[in-house]
Structures are given as C-alpha cells and as structure tokens.
C-alpha cells in the first residue's frame, strides 16, 4: 500500500499544494482559514512524508512535524484561538518543512532517469514550494521589523487578521514569477534583499532544472528512436 502510494507522490503532494493555495476561492474564508486550511497544510505534510519515505534521515524529521502540527491544530481546535507562542511554532514547523521537502523534490527531480509526467508534476511542485519559503522569508522579516513591507491591502491589516498572510502569499509567488504588478513594495533594506533573493531563485529554478528536465526528456526520446 505504502509503496502503491510512494509511485504516486508527486501528484498527491501537487493536488494538495493547490488546495492550500486556491481553496479559499471556493469555500468561505473564515471556515478555510480557521479549519480547512490548517487541515490541508497537514495533508500536504502526510504528501510530504510519502515523498520522502525512502530517506530514513528525513522521514522521522517529518514525521515529528506532523506530530508536532496535529497537536497544535488540536489545541487550537479545542481552545478556540492559536496563542502567539503556538503561532510561531507552527510558523517554525512549515517553514522547516518547506525547506526540506522542495530540496528533496529538486533532489528526486535531477536524479530521476525517466523523464514521465511524475516529474512534470515534480517540478511544478518544486516551484510552488519555492513560492511558499518566499512567503516564510517575507513574513519572516516582517514580523520581526513590521512595516517592512507596503501597499495593496497591507493597510487593511488591523481587524482582518489574515491579510498580512494573504498579501505576502501573494507577493511572494508575484515576484518569482517575476511579473511584478508593483502594488506591494519592499521598503526596508532587508525586504528588498529578500526580492532580489526570491526573484533569483525563480529564474535559477526555472533556467537550471527545466533545462535539466529538457535534457533528459529529449535523450531520452531520441533513446527511444
């Protein structure tokens, strides 16, 4: 069974990256961001535990996140409300994770010897992972000089709790992607270091491991002939 689903885990930890990014367009947002999504984050922690399952290093550091991250969101469950310690700890949790796991795919994927759909959607996870430690980096320095960043729907922070969230979320994933609307602004030094930063790894990623994919697959084709 574990092994049936190991041959699938680049396509379970992609299905629920995009619930995590996108499920909030169709279910209430005050039901996601209290219950949903703390649900689907430990989804894609279980995803990511398959995915790593063979590195027996790894594995048993995942697997103390998950732990870790079911206790939290229990307790949050049954108090009603996250304190601000358990916050940053859950903060800490994902952060880790992310770290980990998007070395691991960029890992499966520069290894892997057969160019399938598998690693297609390895390597689309691995983007969208790096999108997500963007949003740690940003919210990182932000919650340590506040105000480091401006503009969009920043200023709507007091009273809607997760905004901040979903503004550097999307920042984040903006500037990757390099397209830039220019509607949030970088205004400290160190936030501006972390665009630079966020924007670079984007082009690496997308120039070096896509041309490696490439490579691969058209060896691989011309293998076949």
Request: charged content about 15%.
């Amino acid at each position: 069974m574990f092994k049936k689903l190991y041959s699938y885990r680049f396509e379970f930890f992609f299905i629920t990256q995009i619930a995590v990014l996108f499920g909030s367009l169709f279910i209430q947002r005050e039901i996601f961001e209290e219950s949903i999504g703390p649900i689907l984050f430990l989804l894609n922690l279980i995803a990511g535990i398959i995915l790593i399952s063979k590195r027996k290093d790894f594995f048993w550091f995942f697997l103390i996140l998950l732990v870790s991250s079911s206790i939290i969101f229990g307790l949050t469950q049954a108090n009603g409300e996250m304190p601000l310690f358990t916050s940053y700890m859950q903060f800490g949790i994902y952060f880790a994770f992310y770290l980990a796991v998007t070395f691991e795919i960029i890992r499966q994927v520069w290894y892997s010897v057969q160019v399938d759909k598998k690693v297609i959607f390895g390597v689309i996870s691995g983007f969208i992972s790096l999108g997500l430690i963007g949003f740690f980096i940003c919210m990182s320095i932000e919650l340590a000089n506040p105000e480091s960043f401006e503009g969009g729907l920043l200023a709507m922070q007091v009273g809607h709790a997760h905004t901040l969230t979903e503004q550097l979320m999307y920042f984040s994933f903006i500037t990757l992607m390099t397209i830039g609307y220019g509607d949030i602004i970088p205004v400290t030094p160190l936030a501006q270091k972390a665009a630079i930063l966020i924007g670079l790894i984007g082009q690496f990623y997308l120039v070096v491991i896509t041309a490696v994919v490439v490579g691969k697959f058209i060896n691989q084709r011309d293998s076949d002939k």
